[in-house]
């Protein structure tokens, strides 16, 4: 936003010094004494040194241009044809362009780098060119040249009644009378690119809000089907049994309660296990039994919908988390694992499953 009002700023100045010279004909006799010398200064430099500069084009002629920085200082530089001048385009599916030296307009704003020659020229090697500025100084040369017409007749007309300043009263009126309009029109462009400037500044917002819309977008259809583990909650059994026990169905209460009634995109998965005492075939259907018991306990007492349940299944005396030499790994082994899984494309608009958690199991349908 700062960059977009400097460019209009230094636009202004340059549009202000083109029209300046309409303010002879306000005074003959001041139009006939010399005027006071511009305080801008040429850029120099040693032959040879590289050099970079961020600036307005103040004048052009042929190959060449008049190149003002920020700070006022004019520089020379020169188009040769090794010179590559590109335009940045923005958005996600337009690429920069190249274009030769009839793009470089007055009142453009650019970015020249290359090395100064032995007259104090900048050489261009490379030339970038934004294009929302050269849309705006392609707008604004439609107005300032009929408007540097209008400039230069009264300059014209100012010098001649000077000369002729004895006996020609009526051609000065004139000459008043065109400055008059000048400025007028000069206000008249001001307001036109203050407008220009807003509309593109809406433009630029409108298509960065949808490009984020677009990649939030492709984010969660990607993560539709991806699922992150929320919290994950271990309850053990008696030997042989698969009766959940007073402390048991505490751990699950405190399980149903970390999930929000209003939450969405969750689903519960309960397995079942076993330590390895007896044999394969009865460890497999006691660690089933197991794993129904903690989905019964959910869906009677939370009124856990059954939509919201991955399919329980038992694992027997697989995966276990302590040997199976001792009593104490025996009993850690003798359990129901209940996971709480939460949809990261879901998630990815209401924040991390931490924040968005803490209510009880929806009891709807």
């Known amino acids: 936003m700062i960059r977009s009002k400097t460019q209009i700023r230094l636009i202004g100045f340059v549009c202000v010094l083109a029209l300046s010279g309409a303010a002879l004909a306000q005074d ?11 305080s801008t200064q040429k850029q120099t430099g040693s032959t040879g040194r590289p050099l970079k500069i961020d600036g307005i084009v103040v004048a052009t002629n042929g190959n060449t241009f008049t190149l003002r920085d920020i700070e006022g200082n004019d520089t020379d530089v020169a188009v040769v044809e090794k010179t590559s001048i590109r335009i940045s385009r923005k958005g ?7 274009t030769d030296g009839r793009d470089v307009l007055q009142g453009l704003r650019l970015i020249v780098k290359g090395r100064t020659n032995s007259d104090g020229q900048l050489i261009a090697a490379e030339i970038d060119i934004d294009e929302q500025d050269l849309r705006t100084a392609q707008m604004l040369k439609t107005r300032v ?12 007309l100012a010098e001649t009644n000077s000369m002729r300043i004895d006996g020609n009263d009526k051609r000065l009126d004139q ?25 593109a500044r809406i433009a630029q917002a409108t298509a960065d809000q949808a490009e984020s819309d677009a990649n939030n ?19 053990t059994f008696k030997p042989g049994s698969a009766r959940l026990s007073a402390e048991a169905k505490t751990q699950i209460d405190e399980a149903a309660s970390s999930v929000s009634a209003n939450l969405k995109g969750w689903v519960v998965e309960v397995a079942g296990y076993a330590d390895s005492t007896g ?24 009124g856990l919908p059954l939509r919201r349940v991955v399919k329980p299944f038992g694992y027997g ?11 104490t790994g025996r009993s850690l082994n003798r359990r129901a694992e209940i996971t709480v899984l939460v ?3 879901i998630f990815s608009q209401a924040g991390s499953p931490e924040t968005a958690l803490g209510g009880t199991l929806s009891r709807q349908p």
Do not use: C, M, W
């Open 343 to 345: 949809n990261r494309g």
């Open 145 to 156: 040249d009929p408007v540097e017409a209008v400039a230069t007749s009264a300059q014209s």
């Open 92 to 98: 996600l599916f337009r690429r920069d362009k190249t």
């Open 279 to 302: 044999k394969s075939a009865s460890n497999r259907s006691l660690s089933q039994r197991r794993a129904d018991a903690v989905i019964n306990y959910l869906v009677t007492k939370h």
């Open 175 to 199: 000459a008043e009378q065109s400055a008059q309009r000048l400025a007028g029109q000069v206000d008249e462009l001001s307001t036109v690119a203050t407008a220009a400037t807003a509309a």
């Open 217 to 235: 977008a492709n984010q969660r259809i990607s993560s539709l089907d991806d699922y992150e583990v929320f919290k994950t909650i271990i309850v």
């Open 28 to 38: 003959g006799k001041e139009a006939s004494q010399p005027r006071a010398s511009n």
């Open 317 to 327: 005396s697989l995966n276990p988390v302590a040997t199976n030499q001792t009593r």
